[in-house]
Protein backbone atom coordinates (compact mmCIF):
# COMPACT_ATOMS: atom_id res chain seq x y z
CA UNK A 1 0.00 0.00 0.00
CA UNK A 2 1.23 3.22 -1.19
CA UNK A 3 1.01 6.24 1.79
CA UNK A 4 1.28 9.37 -0.53
CA UNK A 5 1.30 11.53 2.36
CA UNK A 6 4.15 10.12 4.26
CA UNK A 7 7.19 11.80 3.01
CA UNK A 8 11.26 12.13 3.55
CA UNK A 9 11.87 15.84 5.33
CA UNK A 10 8.72 16.06 6.93
CA UNK A 11 9.25 17.01 10.70
CA UNK A 12 8.09 17.70 14.53
CA UNK A 13 9.26 18.31 17.52
CA UNK A 14 7.86 17.72 21.05
CA UNK A 15 8.76 19.50 24.53
CA UNK A 16 8.42 19.33 27.76
CA UNK A 17 10.03 19.86 31.58
CA UNK A 18 11.86 17.86 33.46
CA UNK A 19 9.99 16.72 36.74
CA UNK A 20 11.12 14.57 39.53
CA UNK A 21 9.18 12.19 37.87
CA UNK A 22 11.80 11.91 35.04
CA UNK A 23 14.99 11.42 36.91
CA UNK A 24 16.93 8.44 36.79
CA UNK A 25 16.90 8.07 40.81
CA UNK A 26 12.80 7.99 39.93
CA UNK A 27 13.08 5.84 36.94
CA UNK A 28 15.66 3.23 38.22
CA UNK A 29 18.20 3.96 35.13
CA UNK A 30 20.94 5.71 37.67
CA UNK A 31 20.82 7.68 40.88
CA UNK A 32 21.16 10.69 39.72
CA UNK A 33 18.69 13.66 39.86
CA UNK A 34 18.83 14.36 36.06
CA UNK A 35 17.08 13.38 33.09
CA UNK A 36 16.63 9.32 32.80
CA UNK A 37 17.40 8.02 29.14
CA UNK A 38 14.14 6.24 29.41
CA UNK A 39 12.19 9.46 29.24
CA UNK A 40 14.50 10.99 26.90
CA UNK A 41 13.58 8.14 24.39
CA UNK A 42 10.23 8.00 25.66
CA UNK A 43 10.50 11.64 24.39
CA UNK A 44 11.78 10.95 21.15
CA UNK A 45 8.99 8.00 20.31
CA UNK A 46 6.54 10.23 20.81
CA UNK A 47 7.40 12.90 18.91
CA UNK A 48 7.87 10.53 15.65
CA UNK A 49 4.62 8.28 16.40
CA UNK A 50 2.96 11.58 16.22
CA UNK A 51 4.54 12.85 13.16
CA UNK A 52 3.70 9.17 11.22
CA UNK A 53 -0.06 9.93 13.28
CA UNK A 54 -1.15 13.12 11.79
CA UNK A 55 -0.09 11.57 8.05
CA UNK A 56 -1.06 7.99 7.94
CA UNK A 57 -4.51 7.10 6.95
CA UNK A 58 -7.18 6.51 10.14
CA UNK A 59 -6.83 2.25 9.77
CA UNK A 60 -2.92 2.56 10.38
CA UNK A 61 -0.94 3.74 12.80
CA UNK A 62 3.42 3.47 13.64
CA UNK A 63 5.44 1.18 15.95
CA UNK A 64 8.31 1.29 17.29
CA UNK A 65 10.85 -1.02 16.18
CA UNK A 66 14.69 0.02 16.89
CA UNK A 67 16.23 2.93 18.35
CA UNK A 68 19.58 3.83 18.24
CA UNK A 69 20.71 6.70 20.27
CA UNK A 70 23.61 8.23 22.29
CA UNK A 71 22.61 10.36 25.35
CA UNK A 72 25.39 13.06 25.83
CA UNK A 73 24.52 15.09 28.03
CA UNK A 74 22.75 15.70 31.59
CA UNK A 75 19.22 17.56 32.18
CA UNK A 76 18.59 18.77 35.70
CA UNK A 77 15.28 19.27 36.82
CA UNK A 78 13.01 22.24 35.56
CA UNK A 79 14.80 22.48 32.36
CA UNK A 80 12.96 22.26 29.22
CA UNK A 81 13.68 19.45 26.94
CA UNK A 82 12.85 18.77 23.78
CA UNK A 83 13.29 15.84 20.37
CA UNK A 84 13.23 16.65 16.91
CA UNK A 85 12.66 14.51 14.61
CA UNK A 86 13.08 14.46 10.68
CA UNK A 87 11.81 11.55 8.35
CA UNK A 88 14.86 10.89 6.57
CA UNK A 89 13.47 7.66 4.44
CA UNK A 90 10.90 5.52 4.05
CA UNK A 91 11.58 1.83 3.21
CA UNK A 92 8.07 0.06 2.41
CA UNK A 93 6.26 0.38 5.78
CA UNK A 94 9.22 1.03 7.67
CA UNK A 95 9.80 4.87 8.56
CA UNK A 96 13.65 6.15 10.00
CA UNK A 97 13.67 9.26 11.58
CA UNK A 98 17.17 10.99 12.14
CA UNK A 99 16.94 12.19 15.50
CA UNK A 100 18.10 15.45 17.96
CA UNK A 101 17.66 15.96 21.59
CA UNK A 102 17.58 19.39 23.07
CA UNK A 103 17.31 21.17 26.59
CA UNK A 104 18.22 24.57 27.17
CA UNK A 105 21.48 24.67 27.19
CA UNK A 106 22.25 22.90 23.82
CA UNK A 107 22.07 19.41 22.44
CA UNK A 108 21.61 16.12 24.53
CA UNK A 109 21.53 13.72 22.27
CA UNK A 110 21.69 12.43 18.85
CA UNK A 111 20.40 9.57 17.20
CA UNK A 112 17.95 7.25 14.76
CA UNK A 113 14.70 5.96 15.45
CA UNK A 114 12.82 3.54 13.10
CA UNK A 115 8.98 3.11 13.42
CA UNK A 116 6.64 0.54 11.07
CA UNK A 117 3.56 1.06 9.97
CA UNK A 118 0.64 -1.45 10.85
CA UNK A 119 -3.13 -2.11 10.73
CA UNK A 120 -4.40 -0.74 13.71
CA UNK A 121 -7.00 -3.78 14.00
CA UNK A 122 -4.33 -6.26 12.76
CA UNK A 123 -1.64 -5.56 14.81
CA UNK A 124 -4.16 -5.32 18.35
CA UNK A 125 -5.73 -8.67 17.34
CA UNK A 126 -2.43 -10.28 17.11
CA UNK A 127 -1.05 -8.76 20.60
CA UNK A 128 -4.49 -10.21 22.13
CA UNK A 129 -3.93 -13.41 20.77
CA UNK A 130 -1.08 -14.03 22.84
CA UNK A 131 -3.60 -13.94 25.96
CA UNK A 132 -5.42 -16.53 24.41
CA UNK A 133 -2.68 -18.85 24.05
CA UNK A 134 -1.65 -19.76 28.02
Known sequence: MQFENLKAGLK???AQVVTEKDTAVA?????LQVLATPKLIALVEKAAADLAEKVL?????????????????PT????????EVEISEIDGRKIIFEVATFDERGEIGRGRHERFIVNREKFQAKANSKIKMY
Do not use: D, R
Not at 27 to 31: H, L
Not at 57 to 73: C, D, K, Q, R, Y
Not at 76 to 83: C, G, R, T
Open 12 to 14: NSV
Open 27 to 31: VGSGS
Open 57 to 73: PPEFTSVGTLINFEHTA
Open 76 to 83: PVNLKYWA
